[in-house]
């Protein structure tokens, strides 16, 4: 079983940046892939990007490509976003996902959530 912990959501202005953390522990082998989504008000579940715990170059929506980078920290089971010029559009609960799987894309193909972080981008 793998457990995930998002953190480092808030409130930031229009053109900022925050980086969100989601720490995993548990069988984090059985893992293949880390996937970040996103969930505004009254909307559903929006991919937003995913790396795999192996290398490869992460993969991205098309609505932050540019803008939002993921990284990951082997060492410390740790997978990070960083979100650079937020709109507020970009306001969301956001939610990190593990899958065994080597390209998910679909929430279904995600197996482990987290608890999701706030993120607030005023105008």
């Known amino acids: 079983q793998v457990q995930l912990v998002e953190s480092g959501g808030g409130l930031v202005q229009a053109g900022g940046s925050l980086r969100l953390s989601c720490a995993a522990s548990?069988?984090?082998?059985?893992?293949?892939?880390m996937g970040w989504f996103r969930q505004a008000p009254g909307k559903g579940r929006e991919f937003v990007g995913r790396i795999r715990w192996t290398g490869g170059t992460p993969y991205y929506s098309d609505s932050v490509k540019g803008r939002f980078t993921i990284s990951r920290d082997n060492a410390k089971n740790t997978v990070y976003l960083q979100m650079n010029s937020l709109k507020p559009e970009d306001t969301a609960v956001y939610y990190c996902?593990?899958?065994?799987?080597?390209?998910?894309?679909?929430?279904?193909?995600?197996?482990?959530w987290g608890q999701g972080t706030q993120v607030t981008v005023s105008s």
């Open positions: 548990g069988r984090t082998s059985s893992t293949y892939a």
């Open positions: 996902a593990a899958s065994r799987n080597l390209s998910p894309i679909r929430p279904e193909s995600f197996d482990t």
